[in-house]
């Protein structure tokens, strides 16, 4: 295994950006001042209070004027974010949230989220004599009223004082690794404090809304910038890398609008948001649209001067009672990289150098399952100088056989036919591969798996019997050149993913099984999928059935209800009413709610039943005394849907598009797409339909006006 040294800033790390910051309001104690009511205005992530009377293990959500459990929220989501288009977002990380929660509450008591036209709050001069002799940033310093107040609040209140103090002792251990990139790529050094806002100088922080690393960049800007993010790997949280791409970024939204003010509010709020409020009030000075109604979100204008007033502190800090034995900056970590196998966890070589687990876990933050990934060959990961001696010696160590494996994952695979097939259990794969959430298991990803087969042996261990799926869907007539294939979606299947692997259109894929095209697939959705008769899935790694591998019925036909029922060991049976009858006595001589009843017949629970009239009971199978054969389903919802395309069925008859029957074009929804969802507080869609990689604009679609996937940031406070 080779062995290769380099120096910290050629190892790679990933950025955070505040645009992802949740906020808690907690009990604090709070300045002198006017108490002022925030505003009901839609905010961008909803703000945690957790009061002293609340129990610790409970958290709690500011929404509007009431307080929400975070825990039970979350639990009526399913841990599901926005959008229906991802599956999944990692969970928020924010180490230093006291700090956080504590500026916010400075925040919102001393700038209250409203405004009324155009008031100047620029001082012509310093209000106080120590700020006069203030060294200034290389950033311009307007000495704005909230500038002003924010270098109050850092040398005078004891909170400003603390979080200051936490979040510069970590800039030591980082400060020699950023420095040097900013002054390569020609931007100021007090940019430096974009981090401090960011991330507060943790590589490892992740936001709510899936900002990450230390200069929290979001996914697509992230992407621009060139940092690669998968499964195992997410370069944001690489020191090294994100600094250069947030020097980058930075630098161009500078030469984009000029002034480093403007460019630091399109790094909060994203650069269309900014060249929006500068075409809509015909000016370019940050600090005028700062103060002007719908100027700027709030968070960015309170954003702006907090770095500034940041890099006043640094530039100054023995002025804020912030020297260096009080803060104690902690050492610059000197590291070096190494090749390691893969699949090769953090803590096997912590153990193996005798060093801090949680350090090696910080200066390899990009590892986000605490692993090197598996399948791809020797990979480097970074220790700290002192270790690499023992590393020389005991690294051979590390490539001793183990009893682990790998497996490639199919689109469709779920976590418990893996654990089977590998004679394990779901709880170990999980741990194995640091999996979050089963939305996360997405087709191709390679993941750690026991050694339960010998190295020459090919024969895959063989699943236990399972009932066939229920595949009840609408009739759709096939041409004479496909056929149906069924596709069973798992919590890891979005529009995208499902219409890229089997390279078809989305608004086919929601004909055919009569979906909605805005809600979210549920996992165990048997979908209908017609194909060419040519088509093999293992070609595309993707788990389908074909027809004779499942139980084939039409949707809300009478063998469809009963086939469910027979899986639950019930029947379906008619019941004749008989004088005095009432749901409720009906109910419970079948054992069944009233409930039941009202549902299964599609009335009211408060009907009052007539002498004679068939209601629909379902009974536990072989115990039918005082019931009579049911009546037929009376929904028509098993019509044939639209056909795919021109041809010939199998029944030989053609197939015409133009001379089927819909609905009328106002009454029509298109597909949804990752593109043209909306979600609340989602501002224009785009109608697309998914064809493999290519989103094809829909006939009859609007185009929303185009912004760059560089500019998806959101404010952040």
């Not at 056989?401 to 469709?412: K, L, M, Q, Y």
């Not at 029947?571 to 069944?592: I, N, P, T």
Request: glycine letters at 6%.
């Amino acid at each position: 295994m080779g062995l290769h040294v380099i120096d910290w800033r050629q190892s790679r790390r990933t950025p955070v950006s505040a645009a992802a910051r949740i906020v808690s309001l907690c009990a604090v104690l709070v300045t002198a001042g006017t108490v002022t009511a925030a505003p009901l205005s839609a905010k961008r992530d909803v703000r945690k209070n957790v009061s002293q009377r609340d129990p610790p293990s409970e958290a709690f959500e500011r929404v509007g004027p009431i307080r929400a459990s975070t825990h039970g929220r979350e639990r009526v989501r399913n841990h599901r974010p926005d959008s229906v288009h991802t599956g999944h977002r990692p969970s928020a990380h924010i180490p230093d949230q006291s700090h956080r929660d504590a500026l916010t509450e400075f925040e919102r008591m001393s700038f209250p989220e409203h405004s009324t036209g155009v008031t100047s709050h620029i001082l012509e001069a310093p209000p106080a004599a120590w700020m006069r002799a203030l060294q200034l940033p290389d950033l311009s310093v307007r000495w704005h009223a909230k500038t002003v107040a924010y270098l109050e609040f850092f040398k005078n209140d004891p909170r400003g004082q603390a979080m200051m103090r936490a979040w510069l002792k970590r800039l030591g251990r980082y400060e020699h690794v950023i420095q040097p990139i900013l002054r390569e790529l020609g931007v100021p050094g007090d940019l430096v404090y974009v981090a401090l806002a960011e991330s507060g100088f943790n590589p490892r922080v992740r936001s709510s809304v899936g900002a990450a690393g230390m200069w929290q960049f979001m996914t697509t800007t992230g992407q621009v910038y060139g940092l690669e993010q998968d499964y195992w790997v997410d370069q944001r949280l690489d020191v090294e890398k994100s600094t250069y791409a947030a020097a980058a970024y930075l630098k161009d939204l500078r030469a984009r609008f000029g002034s480093w003010e403007l460019a630091l509010a399109a790094y909060n709020g994203g650069y269309g948001l900014v060249n929006t409020a500068v075409e809509r009030h015909n000016t370019n000075n940050f600090w005028t649209l700062s103060e002007m109604e719908s100027g700027l979100p709030h968070a960015t204008t309170t954003y702006v001067p907090k770095i500034i007033a940041a890099a006043i502190v640094g530039r100054n800090r023995e002025a804020f009672g912030l020297t260096t034995q009080v803060v104690q900056p902690l050492p610059p970590l000197d590291v070096v990289e190494v090749g390691v196998p893969p699949a090769t966890t953090l803590a096997r070589v912590a153990k193996l150098l005798d060093d801090d687990l949680e350090l090696l876990r910080e200066i390899n933050a990009p590892l986000i399952r605490g692993r090197t990934p598996p399948g791809r060959g020797t990979f480097p990961i970074r220790i700290v100088r002192a270790k690499l001696s023992t590393f020389e010696r005991q690294s051979h160590r590390l490539s001793d056989a183990r009893d682990e494996s790998i497996h490639v994952v199919r689109h469709g695979d779920t976590l418990a036919r893996i654990a089977e097939q590998y004679r394990t259990n779901e709880g170990k794969l999980r741990s194995l591969n640091g999996l979050e959430d089963s939305a996360e298991l997405g087709g191709g990803l390679v993941i750690v798996v026991p050694r339960t087969l010998a190295r020459d042996e090919q024969t895959p261990i063989a699943m236990s019997a399972q009932p066939p799926p229920l595949a009840a869907v609408p009739r759709v007539d096939l041409r004479a050149d496909q056929r149906r294939v069924f596709f069973v979606t798992t919590r890891a299947t979005t529009p995208h993913t499902l219409a890229h692997t089997l390279s078809i259109p989305w608004d086919h894929i929601v004909a055919w099984n009569d979906l909605d095209p805005q809600a979210r697939l549920q996992p165990d959705l048997v979908l209908q999928i017609l194909v060419p008769k040519a088509y093999d899935p293992s070609e595309h790694g993707v788990l389908t059935f074909e027809q004779h591998e499942v139980e084939y019925l039409i949707r809300g036909s009478r063998e469809h209800i009963e086939a469910s029922l027979r899986r639950r060991e019930l029947e379906r049976r008619g019941y004749r009413v008989r004088k005095g009858d009432s749901v409720q006595s009906v109910a419970k001589r079948f054992k069944l709610s009233d409930g039941d009843i009202a549902r299964i017949n599609g009335f009211d629970r408060n009907k009052t039943l007539d002498a004679g009239e068939l209601l629909v009971v379902y009974v536990p199978r072989g115990r039918t005394r005082g019931t009579v054969e049911a009546p037929d389903p009376t929904r028509k919802n098993n019509e044939p849907s639209v056909p795919l395309a021109l041809g010939r069925t199998e029944r030989g008859d053609e197939t015409d598009l133009a001379n089927v029957t819909v609905a009328p074009e106002h009454e029509r929804r298109s597909a949804s797409t990752g593109e043209t969802s909306r979600i609340p507080g989602q501002q224009g869609w785009r109608r697309r339909s998914f064809i493999g990689n290519n989103a094809v604009p829909a006939r009859g679609g609007r185009d929303a006006r185009h912004s760059s996937a560089a500019a998806p940031r959101q404010a952040r406070p």
